[in-house]
Structures are given as structure tokens and as C-alpha cells.
């Protein structure tokens, strides 16, 4: 069964604290994608990872790809209130072009 | 501004009507999907397009009919609502498989 699974599903931490959300998947995939959703708003997409070792950072955010664990983490740096968002992993299924399999999200609310 | 746009963003439904969401993007994008996103679900994909004159069913397409009318426009047609169809849509394009998603703002759909 493809299955995508995020832990924790539930974060909740201080400003200024650092702190790492996982994302394991069961498919071979080369691609992985990473997006954010605010409370009651559409998604947004964060990160788009390609290749195993692949690395992105956008401001406060680092994304990273093991396709040989089947795993990404996305590292959050020195967390502040405007970080505060629901965030999603998906991977692409190996055969299809086009269908993504999700993970549950990971809801995280930054206290100040 | 450059998207995808989705009407309605609000529908209440009585069970067994049906109505169709519309989904328009002016990005040029040759593939077009639509998701429903249930709480603790994360995304599931009812129907996607490839490219303009072709549909494929997703994960769950039970209930659902869609049509590419153009490479602009993907609607999504709820023939006899249930209220097991009641959730958020999301409508989605882009541009490649190494490109991540731009999304709708949604239709928050109920079905009573």
C-alpha cells in the first residue's frame, strides 16, 4: 500500500525554538513536494525536492530528500508566530505522472 | 492576478441535487486536478487532466464527473449530491511533474 505518513501531526513550541517535521513514505519516488496550508486558505506550494540529497531553504525553512530512506525532513530555524500553519508532504507515484500521494499534515502552532 | 480561480467559494446542496464547480487557470498549465480534502484526510484526488481533451479518475471518484472544457477550464460535476460529498474542493494546476502545484481557493461544500 503507497502510504505517506508525517509525525508528529501535532507541534506546538516557542518562538525562537528549533525544531524538525518527518515525512516517510512507502513508494519509490524521486520527487517530493512540500506545501503549506493557513487555517481556513487554500495550499501553497513550499518546496519542490528532485533529486536524493536535494536541499532547499526558503527564509527559515530547510527541506531535505533521502530516497534512499524514503524520507524528508523539513527543519524549521528560529521559529516565529508567522510560521503557524498546517504543513504538507506529498510524493509523487512512480508510473504516474501526475497522481500525488499526501500525508495527513502536520499542524504547527508557534507560541509567542 | 495569475491563478486559479474557483467558483463558488460557498455551497450548501440538499441530497440529490447536483452542481457543477468551475476551475479556471491562466497559467498556461497543460495539467489540471481536483482534490477534496476532509479533515485528518489530507488530499485525496477525485479526477485529473493531463492535458486538455484527456480525464483520468483518481483515488476517488465515485459520484463525480469532470470536464476539460479547454486547456484553461477543469469542472467538476456532483450528478446527485450525498452528503458523504460534503468536504473542501480544491482545483489544481501545473506546469510539470518537477513543478509543485498552484491551487484554487477552494469550495466549501455541504450537503444536507
Known amino acids: 500500500e503507497l502510504k505517506v505518513e508525517q509525525n508528529p501531526l501535532f507541534l506546538s513550541m516557542q518562538e525562537g525554538k528549533n525544531y524538525t517535521i518527518y515525512c516517510n513514505y512507502s513508494?519509490?519516488?524521486?520527487?517530493l513536494y512540500w506545501y503549506r496550508q493557513d487555517p481556513g486558505k487554500s495550499l501553497e506550494s513550499l518546496f519542490v525536492?528532485?533529486?536524493n540529497g536535494a536541499v532547499k531553504q526558503e527564509g527559515r525553512l530547510m527541506a531535505s530528500l533521502d530516497t534512499k530512506a524514503r524520507l524528508s525532513t523539513l527543519h524549521i530555524t528560529a521559529a516565529v508566530h508567522d510560521l503557524s500553519a498546517t504543513y504538507f508532504c506529498?510524493?509523487?507515484?512512480?508510473?504516474?505522472?501526475?497522481?500525488?500521494?499526501w500525508g495527513a499534515g502536520t499542524k504547527l502552532i508557534i507560541k509567542p | 492576478n495569475a491563478g486559479v480561480t474557483q467558483t463558488p467559494k460557498f455551497q450548501v446542496l440538499k441530497t440529490g441535487q447536483s452542481m457543477t464547480l468551475q476551475c479556471a487557470q491562466d497559467?498556461?498549465?497543460?495539467?489540471m486536478y481536483w482534490y477534496r480534502q476532509d479533515p485528518g484526510m489530507g488530499l485525496r484526488l477525485i479526477y485529473y487532466?493531463?492535458?486538455?481533451?484527456?480525464?483520468d479518475k483518481g483515488e476517488v471518484p465515485n459520484g463525480y464527473n469532470v470536464s476539460r472544457l479547454n486547456k484553461r477550464e477543469f469542472s467538476l460535476r456532483l450528478e446527485s449530491a450525498a452528503p458523504s460529498q460534503t468536504s473542501v474542493y480544491f482545483c489544481?494546476?501545473?506546469?510539470?511533474?518537477?513543478?509543485?502545484?498552484?491551487f484554487g481557493s477552494g469550495t466549501r461544500l455541504t450537503v444536507v
Open positions: 489544481a494546476s501545473r506546469q510539470g511533474i518537477n513543478y509543485g502545484y498552484t
Open positions: 497559467m498556461n498549465h497543460n495539467s
Open positions: 487532466s493531463a492535458s486538455e481533451g484527456t480525464t
Open positions: 513508494t519509490t519516488s524521486d520527487r
Open positions: 525536492l528532485l533529486s
Open positions: 506529498a510524493v509523487d507515484v512512480v508510473g504516474s505522472n501526475y497522481q500525488l500521494i
